[in-house]
C-alpha cells in the first residue's frame, strides 16, 4: 500500500459513517436481484445469519459497515437503469409467455415479479419454478403449478402468522397477480399443509396395520423424531431466517462426562409450601396442558453464540448467561424462581430465567432485585421462529381432542417433546445439534409454570406446590383465573385431596 493509499484508508476511518436503507430496503434489494443470503454473506465475509441480522434491522459498524453500504448502493444503481436483455428483445423485465387467447388468468407481472437465472423449487407445489414473487418463489401460471387451489371461502380470513411478512398490496392494475399473490399467502400462512403430513403419516400407519390403533401408534411415536425434524422443514419454508444447525458451541454447554450434566441451570421448580393457613383446606392438582408446546414461543438465538462480558442484556439477542442471582424473600409463599438450588454464587442461566428475573425486578412487580450479570454467549435471536411449527402441532393436537384421535394426538405429543428433548447430544437426531435451544425451550416451560404460580397468587389463591414444568396445586376457586379443558392454553384437574394441618412437607401436598 502506497503512503497515499495509506492515508486515504485512515481518512476513511474517520469519516462520517456510511448510510444505510432501513431493513426491509435491504431484504427487498437483494431478492430484487435473485441473489441468496449465502451468496452475498460469503462476498462480505460474514455469515448467513448475521446477514439475517442486518435485514432484520441491526446495523453492522465499522469496514463491513462500508462493504455492506457499498453494495447496496450498487443494487440501488442496477435498479435504477434497465437491465440488459438476455434475448434480442426490449431493455425491459421480462415476463412470463403470454397466455392464450381468452384467458383472464394470465397478464404482464408487476414490479415485485422477479425472473430466476436459475429454477428453485415453487413454494406452493415445490416443483422447480422460475420467478419470484413477493419473494416466494413460484409459478405465475397456475397451468404449470401442481400444487391444489386453496378454497375460496377461506380467501378474507387468512391471518398472517407472527414471523411471516406481509407482502406488498396488489396493484390494482394487475389483477393476476392480485389472484397468484393471493395463492402464495394460503400456501405460506396456512397450516393446512404441514398439517397434511401428520394426517397423511396416521393414515399410512393404520394401514399398514390394519387399523390396530395400539400398533399405528407405537409405529409413529418410534419414528417421532425424524418426522418432526420433516415438519419443522416444511414450516420453515419462505421463513424469514436463515438457522446455523451444528454451530460451534462453548464448553459450557457440553456434557462435562459421558453421562454428566453441562454447566447450564435450567431453573426446574421443585416447590412445596411448608406452611399453610389453619384449618382443613381442599387442594386441586392442576394438569398444565401442552408446556413444551406453548415453550416452543421463546427468544431462540439463530445463529453461533459469541462471547461478552458486563451486565448490559440486549432484548435483540439471546442465549445463556452467567449471573448472580438476587436474594429470593418468598419462597413461604411462592417458588425461587431459578428452582431449588443449595449452592450459593454465581450460576448459568438461559434467557427464559434471566427474562423471568429481570421481569419481577421491575416496578411491576418489585418481588427482588435484579441479577447481576457476569459474561453471556448470545446470538441475535427472535420469538418466531418455531412459531409456524408450533401453530400446526396445535392445530394437529386440538383437531385430534376434538374428534377423540388418541392415535394422532400421541404421535404429536411426542413430536414435540421428543423434538425439544433430541437437539442436544442425542444420536437420534443428527439434523439438529442446538443444545442452547434444548436449555431455552425447557426453561421456557418452567417460566410459564411459574408464572400461573404467580398469577395465581396475585388472585388471591393459595399456592401450595409447582412441579416441572405441569404441575400446579392451589387452594381456592381457581376456575375464576384459569379456563378449564384440554386445549394448550386451558388447565384440567389431576387430583383432589385434603391438606390438614400448618406443616405440609412431605405430606399429601
Given at each position: 500500500?502506497?503512503?497515499?493509499?495509506?492515508?486515504?484508508?485512515?481518512?476513511?476511518?474517520?469519516?462520517?459513517?456510511?448510510?444505510?436503507?432501513?431493513?426491509?430496503?435491504?431484504?427487498?434489494?437483494?431478492?430484487?436481484?435473485?441473489?441468496?443470503?449465502?451468496?452475498?454473506?460469503?462476498?462480505?465475509?460474514?455469515?448467513?445469519?448475521?446477514?439475517?441480522?442486518?435485514?432484520?434491522?441491526?446495523?453492522?459498524?465499522?469496514?463491513?459497515?462500508?462493504?455492506?453500504?457499498?453494495?447496496?448502493?450498487?443494487?440501488?444503481?442496477?435498479?435504477?437503469?434497465?437491465?440488459?436483455?438476455?434475448?434480442?428483445?426490449?431493455?425491459?423485465?421480462?415476463?412470463?409467455?403470454?397466455?392464450?387467447?381468452?384467458?383472464?388468468?394470465?397478464?404482464?407481472?408487476?414490479?415485485?415479479?422477479?425472473?430466476?437465472?436459475?429454477?428453485?423449487?415453487?413454494?406452493?407445489?415445490?416443483?422447480?419454478?422460475?420467478?419470484?414473487?413477493?419473494?416466494?418463489?413460484?409459478?405465475?401460471?397456475?397451468?404449470?403449478?401442481?400444487?391444489?387451489?386453496?378454497?375460496?371461502?377461506?380467501?378474507?380470513?387468512?391471518?398472517?402468522?407472527?414471523?411471516?411478512?406481509?407482502?406488498?398490496?396488489?396493484?390494482?392494475?394487475?389483477?393476476?397477480?392480485?389472484?397468484?399473490?393471493?395463492?402464495?399467502?394460503?400456501?405460506?400462512?396456512?397450516?393446512?399443509?404441514?398439517?397434511?403430513?401428520?394426517?397423511?403419516?396416521?393414515?399410512?400407519?393404520?394401514?399398514?396395520?390394519?387399523?390396530?390403533?395400539?400398533?399405528?401408534?407405537?409405529?409413529?411415536?418410534?419414528?417421532?423424531?425424524?418426522?418432526?425434524?420433516?415438519?419443522?422443514?416444511?414450516?420453515?419454508?419462505?421463513?424469514?431466517?436463515?438457522?446455523?444447525?451444528?454451530?460451534?458451541?462453548?464448553?459450557?454447554?457440553?456434557?462435562?462426562?459421558?453421562?454428566?450434566?453441562?454447566?447450564?441451570?435450567?431453573?426446574?421448580?421443585?416447590?412445596?409450601?411448608?406452611?399453610?393457613?389453619?384449618?382443613?383446606?381442599?387442594?386441586?392438582?392442576?394438569?398444565?396442558?401442552?408446556?413444551?408446546?406453548?415453550?416452543?414461543?421463546?427468544?431462540?438465538?439463530?445463529?453461533?453464540?459469541?462471547?461478552?462480558?458486563?451486565?448490559?442484556?440486549?432484548?435483540?439477542?439471546?442465549?445463556?448467561?452467567?449471573?448472580?442471582?438476587?436474594?429470593?424473600?418468598?419462597?413461604?409463599?411462592?417458588?425461587?424462581?431459578?428452582?431449588?438450588?443449595?449452592?450459593?454464587?454465581?450460576?448459568?442461566?438461559?434467557?427464559p430465567t434471566l427474562r423471568l428475573l429481570l421481569r419481577l425486578s421491575g416496578p411491576k412487580?418489585?418481588?427482588?432485585?435484579?441479577?447481576?450479570?457476569?459474561?453471556?454467549?448470545?446470538?441475535?435471536?427472535?420469538?418466531?421462529?418455531?412459531?409456524?411449527?408450533?401453530?400446526?402441532?396445535?392445530?394437529?393436537?386440538?383437531?385430534?381432542?376434538?374428534?377423540?384421535?388418541?392415535?394422532?394426538?400421541?404421535?404429536?405429543?411426542?413430536?414435540?417433546?421428543?423434538?425439544?428433548?433430541?437437539?442436544?447430544?442425542?444420536?437420534?437426531?443428527?439434523?439438529?445439534?442446538?443444545?442452547?435451544?434444548?436449555?431455552?425451550?425447557?426453561?421456557?416451560?418452567?417460566?410459564?409454570?411459574?408464572?400461573?404460580?404467580?398469577?395465581?397468587?396475585?388472585?388471591?389463591?393459595?399456592?401450595?406446590?409447582?412441579?416441572?414444568?405441569?404441575?400446579?396445586?392451589?387452594?381456592?376457586?381457581?376456575?375464576?383465573?384459569?379456563?378449564?379443558?384440554?386445549?394448550?392454553?386451558?388447565?384440567?384437574?389431576?387430583?383432589e385431596y385434603a391438606a390438614h394441618g400448618v406443616n405440609t412437607a412431605g405430606g399429601a401436598?
Amino acid at each position: 500500500m502506497s503512503d497515499f493509499d495509506a492515508i486515504d484508508s485512515l481518512l476513511a476511518s474517520v469519516g462520517p459513517e456510511t448510510k444505510l436503507p432501513e431493513a426491509e430496503v435491504r431484504r427487498g434489494l437483494r431478492e430484487q436481484a435473485g441473489l441468496s443470503k449465502a451468496q452475498v454473506a460469503r462476498a462480505l465475509g460474514i455469515s448467513a445469519s448475521t446477514l439475517s441480522a442486518w435485514e432484520a434491522g441491526r446495523d453492522p459498524s465499522g469496514e463491513t459497515r462500508t462493504k455492506y453500504g457499498y453494495f447496496l448502493d450498487g443494487l440501488a444503481a442496477k435498479f435504477d437503469t434497465p437491465a440488459p436483455a438476455k434475448t434480442p428483445a426490449p431493455t425491459k423485465k421480462p415476463t412470463p409467455p403470454k397466455p392464450a387467447s381468452g384467458s383472464a388468468d394470465k397478464t404482464e407481472p408487476d414490479e415485485g415479479v422477479i425472473q430466476l437465472a436459475d429454477s428453485e423449487p415453487c413454494v406452493l407445489c415445490g416443483h422447480p419454478a422460475t420467478w419470484r414473487m413477493a419473494g416466494f418463489t413460484q409459478h405465475l401460471d397456475a397451468a404449470e403449478c401442481h400444487a391444489a387451489a386453496p378454497p375460496p371461502a377461506s380467501d378474507d380470513t387468512v391471518q398472517p402468522t407472527p414471523h411471516q411478512p406481509e407482502p406488498p398490496a396488489p396493484a390494482p392494475q394487475h389483477p393476476a397477480a392480485d389472484r397468484h399473490r393471493s395463492a402464495a399467502r394460503h400456501a405460506i400462512r396456512l397450516p393446512s399443509e404441514p398439517t397434511d403430513l401428520i394426517s397423511r403419516s396416521v393414515r399410512a400407519a393404520l394401514e399398514a396395520h390394519d387399523g390396530d390403533a395400539e400398533a399405528a401408534t407405537a409405529a409413529l411415536v418410534k419414528k417421532a423424531i425424524p418426522d418432526a425434524m420433516t415438519l419443522l422443514d416444511e414450516t420453515r419454508k419462505g421463513g424469514r431466517y436463515d438457522v446455523i444447525a451444528h454451530p460451534w458451541m462453548p464448553d459450557i454447554l457440553k456434557k462435562q462426562s459421558a453421562r454428566g450434566p453441562d454447566q447450564v441451570w435450567e431453573a426446574r421448580p421443585k416447590w412445596t409450601r411448608t406452611e399453610l393457613p389453619p384449618g382443613e383446606h381442599k387442594v386441586t392438582a392442576l394438569d398444565i396442558n401442552g408446556a413444551y408446546l406453548s415453550a416452543l414461543k421463546t427468544h431462540l438465538p439463530l445463529g453461533q453464540l459469541e462471547h461478552s462480558t458486563g451486565s448490559d442484556h440486549d432484548r435483540r439477542r439471546a442465549g445463556v448467561h452467567l449471573i448472580t442471582p438476587p436474594p429470593w424473600d418468598h419462597q413461604d409463599v411462592l417458588p425461587n424462581p431459578i428452582g431449588q438450588r443449595d449452592e450459593p454464587g454465581p450460576l448459568w442461566v438461559t434467557e427464559p430465567t434471566l427474562r423471568l428475573l429481570l421481569r419481577l425486578s421491575g416496578p411491576k412487580h418489585g418481588l427482588c432485585e435484579p441479577p447481576e450479570i457476569h459474561e453471556s454467549f448470545t446470538s441475535g435471536a427472535t420469538e418466531g421462529l418455531l412459531e409456524k411449527f408450533r401453530i400446526t402441532l396445535k392445530d394437529a393436537r386440538d383437531a385430534a381432542i376434538a374428534t377423540d384421535d388418541k392415535v394422532t394426538l400421541e404421535y404429536v405429543k411426542a413430536m414435540y417433546s421428543k423434538f425439544v428433548s433430541t437437539m442436544g447430544t442425542s444420536n437420534y437426531n443428527r439434523e439438529l445439534y442446538r443444545p442452547d435451544w434444548m436449555h431455552l425451550i425447557r426453561s421456557q416451560a418452567f417460566a410459564n409454570l411459574w408464572m400461573k404460580a404467580l398469577k395465581a397468587h396475585d388472585e388471591g389463591l393459595t399456592v401450595v406446590r409447582a412441579m416441572g414444568t405441569d404441575e400446579l396445586h392451589v387452594i381456592g376457586d381457581w376456575r375464576k383465573i384459569f379456563p378449564e379443558g384440554r386445549g394448550v392454553a386451558e388447565v384440567k384437574v389431576k387430583d383432589e385431596y385434603a391438606a390438614h394441618g400448618v406443616n405440609t412437607a412431605g405430606g399429601a401436598a
